[in-house]
């Protein structure tokens, strides 16, 4: 194998790229599963996205935001995905998609502070709680399985994690000092 | 607005596991739509959801979590009370013993989210991610731990794994060429591996056996255990089971306790569950056919405690082994004994006219039995236990006796060299004292304390239900003997703390053996056996209790 070159452009260019995601590969993915709310596809989509971004990114204007940039192309790759599987799957109408890019800019506008926030917020999490969030997240068990180990239906996990995800979400705005105006 | 948001969290959470129905996703984006609040929830739910799956950027405790599933019970089965759709069947006990089970298996879900994150943390990984692959690979992480092992040889392209070692899900496959070991998952499960096994782990509470043997024991909290094997999946719900692969693939699953879902066909396809409950045991063969077969009670290794050599299978635990040195599973040696005097344990019995010296002897070599002695009533109760316990009713005796106490039958008697035979104990045509059929001789007088409390701590999950055997005099005796056969008789007794539970007096060479039962509960500790001589001397009484053994439940 070729030992790299440090100094080849491709190195340099690859350097330079990674400054650029590195901070906003989360928002990035974050719009992308809020227009396409399916884990395994948006994840895809997410691939997708990144091989374009960094086979265009000669085209990259420096000092343009690059953040607004990866957008696009994420949203050029969503609206190919919507095409591809307009028959396979269930994806939100245009009325939904309208409304989902009204509120986007302020979403990713909130969004690295809100994730600073989870952290301190598992922490204060009931062992139990703290528990099952490890059983999904970190040990990576479905749903199903989880149901399974506890003798319980899909349904009963499904609402569990939904007050736990509500928890730290009130728990996230409190640190934040947002006003819950919907509560 | 919170039971709203409650319902966002559960559709959304459904929607990103992609098992929302058609129904609830227009419900979701009518909220989303129509509503403010919804909407800004829809985003912080999300916020929320990335962050959990990229796990790199928060902390986990990884162990020690399962104390807090009881909570985690209680709640669920609040929700079960109002649940309105069941999606999987689970097995109900009241129908028949085999019935499908929907059990589908689920494809590994692989975070390349954060995959993403550790890839392009380097220019180099970067370019081999963007040139050359579409790739997610697997990140591994510590699930379970070896927490005993013995004699155990490990190819010699393993990594040497002792106990106390972690062991990783993403470490591929393992071979144990010889030994046994045990592995404790994070999650409660145990799993104990016999050598030649081919095994590994996959995920925090699943394993794919190769081939060999294995054991499993999976708590309440950790139900759900899966064990693949070429042909098949068990899934635990909650209990014990042995699988047992052979190289050609085909699986042997045996259900001791509890219930699982045993579904036929290779790795990765989905398929019906078949229920498994407590007694049956199946087949599966390569070509996924599944065949009824006897439960094996003693094919797995269930429990072992190296420091102890104790390896057990299911077996009831003899008392004449624990006289052998052994620990009731066959690992003493047939032949050695016990001097009733002093409590030592020797290879070789000695036969020899010998007086008692009134005084309970402790057994410091065998952690099993407490104590020894030489019965006689005399001068009052005699000491059956290290923690004074006494036999009230003890007979006056001679105080003298012949033999150690023997985990045997073949032994051979000075009094007759010239006779090149043995003194066989025989009942019925049926020798005892072998290594298949073992005895304990107790010559009278003659006593031996057994400590029921050390000996469930070898197994503290199995419970002591009763000791059974066959006592009386052998059919065979020295042909000089013979002339008094009629004339010899023995007392036999067993005590539990000091309480006669079992006594025949006065039996004799002909007398068909006495099968004893005496049921046990937990808090008896010491199980004495005695014989003493009924009819004023000692001589000939070729006593003994054949195949003495403790049943466990």
Redesign the interface.
Known sequence: MPK?DKNSP??HN??S??RQ??PV??KV??YI??RW?????A?EI??ET??TL??KYDDYEQGTDFLAWAVTVAKYKIMSWRKKKAHQA?Q??E??MK??DN?SN??LK??DT??GA??EC??KL???D?????L????????????????????????????V??L??RC??RNLGEVA??? | ??SD??????L?????????S?ED?NRL?EM??HD??A?????????????????E??????QG?S???S???N???D??MT??????E?PTPEKAPVKMLK??K?P??????SV??AV?????A??F??LFV?IAPTTG?SVATITDSMNAQWSPSEHPTEIGDRLWNNEGTRWLLKGTIKIAFDYGAEVIIEGPAEFELD???EMVLHSGRLYATVPK????FTVQTPYSTV?D??TEFGVEVDFDGSTDVHMFKGKASLIPGAIGEKGDGIELTAGQAKEVTKTSQVRELGLQQNAFVRRMDSKTGFLWRGENLNLADMVGGGNGLGTGRVGSAIDPLSGQMRPTPQFDERDGTNKYALVRNCPFIDGVFVPDGEFGPVQVSSQNHYFEDCPDTGNQFYADIVNGGRVKDRRDPGIKSYTALLFNDQEYGTSRHPALLLHSNGGITFDLEAIRQLLPEAEIVSFTSLCGLTDVVRPRAAEYINRLKADFFVLVDGEVRFEHKGVRQADEPDAIKIDLDRKDRFLTLIVSDGDGGYGEDYSFFAEPVLILK
């Open positions: 790299e491709v190195h690859a350097e790229f990674l995601i590195t590969q989360g993915f974050a599963i809020s709310p399916n884990r395994a596809d994840e997410m691939q990144m091989t960094w086979s269930l939100f109408n009325e939904a409304v989902l509120r302020e979403f909130r969004y809100r994730i989870l952290k598992i922490e009931t062992k139990s703290k528990t099952l969030i490890e999904k997240y970190f040990k990576e068990l479905p749903v199903k399985r989880i149901s399974i180990r506890y003798g319980i239906t899909p349904r009963a996990v499904y609402k569990t994690l939904s007050r995800h509500s730290l979400m996230v705005r105006v919907h509560e | 607005m919170n948001k409650r319902l966002i969290g559960e959304v959470l459904q929607a990103l596991e992609g098992c929302i058609e996703f984006q989303i739509i403010p609040a909407q800004e929830y829809y985003f912080e739910f999300l916020t929320g959801y990335i962050g959990l799956i990229d796990h950027k928060v902390d986990f405790e990884t979590q104390d807090y599933y909570s985690l019970l709640e669920f089965a929700y079960e649940a309105p759709a069941v999606e999987i689970l059990v589908e689920t590994r879900v692989i975070n390349k989210f993403y994150s392009i943390s380097t220019a180099a970067l370019i991610l963007m579409k992480w995920g925090g509470d909290g950790a139900a759900g899934i719900l909650g």
